[in-house]
């Protein structure tokens, strides 16, 4: 039995890919809260509770998530890339990168962008393009 997110980055599930390595992969949160708004994850590793995660693997997932933010920063006008760990809905680890230009940015209450498939395309090819340039 794999996850959702084990299924989108083995690609069974489509996604929104803005990077990846043979052990994590980022990818567009579907009901984004700004625009740029990534979800990074371990690929093998389905512990719901990120401290569960072995500290290996841990420090891997953030020196990726980090790698990521650079990007996302680059790609997206914004203050600064903000993170958050909730795992409320999906019981498989991972990290929230969000673009912030304010603090209300980072309010997962507040009502989900609705974005064109174009829009979302448009702005994973940018995240993936300033990934690349990384390597
Ligand atoms: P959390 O578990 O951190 O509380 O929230 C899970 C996040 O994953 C939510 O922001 C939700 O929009 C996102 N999400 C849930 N299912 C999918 C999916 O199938 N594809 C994508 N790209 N994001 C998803």
Same mark, same amino acid.
């Given at each position: 039995? $794999?996850?959702?997110?084990?299924?989108?980055?083995?690609?069974?599930?489509?996604?929104?890919?803005?990077?990846?390595?043979? *052990?994590?992969?980022?990818?567009?949160?579907?009901?984004?809260?700004?625009? #740029?708004?990534?979800?990074?994850?371990?690929?093998?590793? @389905?512990?719901? &509770?990120? +401290?569960?995660? *072995?500290?290996?693997? &841990?420090? #891997?997932?953030?020196? +990726? !998530?980090?790698? %990521? !933010? @650079?990007?996302?920063?680059?790609?997206?006008?914004?203050?600064?890339?903000?993170? !958050?760990?909730?795992?409320?809905? %999906?019981?498989?680890?991972?990290?929230?990168?969000?673009?912030?230009?304010?603090?209300? *940015?980072?309010?997962?209450?507040?009502?989900?962008?609705?974005? $064109?498939? @174009?829009?979302?395309?448009?702005? !994973? @090819?940018?995240?993936?393009?300033? &990934?690349?340039?990384?390597?």
């Amino acid at each position: 039995m $794999s996850t959702i997110f084990t299924k989108i980055a083995s690609g069974e599930i489509p996604s929104y890919k803005v990077a990846e390595t043979e *052990d994590f992969y980022a990818f567009l949160d579907i009901n984004p809260i700004v625009r #740029g708004h990534v979800l990074v994850i371990p690929r093998k590793i @389905e512990k719901d &509770y990120i +401290f569960d995660i *072995d500290d290996a693997a &841990y420090s #891997g997932l953030w020196a +990726f !998530a980090k790698k %990521v !933010a @650079e990007a996302v920063k680059k790609a997206i006008p914004c203050k600064r890339v903000g993170v !958050a760990v909730l795992g409320m809905e %999906v019981p498989h680890a991972h990290i929230h990168l969000v673009p912030l230009n304010s603090e209300a *940015d980072l309010d997962f209450r507040k009502p989900k962008l609705e974005l $064109s498939k @174009e829009e979302f395309t448009r702005i !994973a @090819e940018s995240i993936l393009t300033e &990934y690349g340039k990384l390597q």
